[in-house]
Nanobody, 115 residues
Framework: QVQLVESGGGLVQAGGSLRLSCAASGSFFTINTMGWYRQAPGKLRELVANIRSDYITTYADSMKGRFTISRDDANNMATLQMNSLNPEDTADYYC?????????WGRGTQVTVSS
C-alpha cells in the first residue's frame, strides 16, 4: 500500500509563489515518474508537470518558465515550486506517482490565487 501526502497549498496573491510537496510512503520497490496534475472547478484534470526517474521533466505550456518540479529520491518526495501565480492557476493540485508500475494519486491540495 502506497500513501501520497501533499502539502503546501493555500491562498496567495497574484504574482506570488507557493511550494507544493508530495511524499510517498508505504511498501514499494520502485518509484518511476512523479508529477502534479490540477483540476479547476468545472474543468478536466490536466497535467502540470512531471519528472521521470532519469530526471527528465515535462511541463504544460502555460507552466513553463513559472513552475519547477524536482524530486528527492532519498526521501521519496516530489516538489513543485510555483512562481508568478495568477488567478487562472487556482485549482486543486494532485500528486501523481507511478509506483511499481501503478498510478497512485494523492488526495489533493487546494491552491487559490487572488487577483
Amino acid at each position: 500500500q502506497v500513501q501520497l501526502v501533499e502539502s503546501g497549498g493555500g491562498l496567495v496573491q497574484a504574482g506570488g509563489s507557493l511550494r507544493l510537496s508530495c511524499a510517498a510512503s508505504g511498501s514499494f520497490f520502485t518509484i518511476n515518474t512523479m508529477g502534479w496534475y490540477r483540476q479547476a472547478p468545472g474543468k478536466l484534470r490536466e497535467l502540470v508537470a512531471n519528472i521521470r526517474s532519469d530526471y527528465i521533466t515535462t511541463y504544460a505550456d502555460s507552466m513553463k518558465g513559472r513552475f519547477t518540479i524536482s524530486r528527492d529520491d532519498a526521501n521519496n518526495m516530489a516538489t513543485l515550486q510555483m512562481n508568478s501565480l495568477n488567478p487562472e492557476d487556482t485549482a486543486d493540485y494532485y500528486c501523481n506517482v507511478v509506483v511499481d508500475g501503478r498510478f497512485c494519486w494523492g488526495r489533493g491540495t487546494q491552491v487559490t490565487v487572488s487577483s
